[in-house]
């Protein structure tokens, strides 16, 4: 089994509101440093509070952090500050947030727990990021009877979507981030 390299990135990102939320876009030297387009796991330090995320794509080649409530209270973050970042690729994903439709779609699917629990976390994660990438209800909905069609199947993975284009919809239009230029 081949092992991966890890790649550590270092910098400053300002942090950037769109829609009410915080997020921190990477610079583009950061970025181009990481293996993949899409979704990275990290670990490391955002202005030395140690954190453990996925970055997530900006659908332009580059990446940016998601801030939630308890980051924007650790690191003093708001719209214009700059914080620091000391990040190392992750040896192992995160388990990801399911959504509600989702999990209460394969907790009454029985016969697709094993395939659910046998994929690895990076794939749950694009599971979860496919379902969520869409605002239409009808099609969201449409996507959670897709995936668990298709887990009953046998796929390990929701499709062959662009997965650096496949970033949350609330902060994205056409696949790429807003408020960058």
Known sequence: MAVKKT???????????????????????????????????????????????????????????????ELVSAL??????????????????????????????????????????SITPMARWEWVRWVGATKNESTRAKRVDVSIDKLRKGSRRPCCFDLASCTDPELSRSGKLIGLS
């Open 7 to 69: 790649v550590t990135i270092e910098g400053t990102a300002t942090v950037l509101a769109i829609n009410g939320r915080l997020i921190a876009p990477l610079p583009e030297a950061a970025s181009e440093q990481l293996p993949s387009r899409g979704q990275v796991a990290m670990v490391g330090a955002l202005n030395d509070h140690e954190v453990e995320l996925v970055l997530e794509p900006d659908g332009r080649k580059g990446h940016w952090i998601s801030l939630d409530e």
């Open 76 to 117: 003093g973050a708001a719209d214009g500050t700059s914080i620091s970042f000391a990040l190392t690729t992750a040896s192992q994903w995160p388990e990801p947030e399911v959504p509600e439709d989702l999990g209460a779609a394969l907790e009454s699917a029985d016969d697709v727990e094993h395939q659910w629990d």
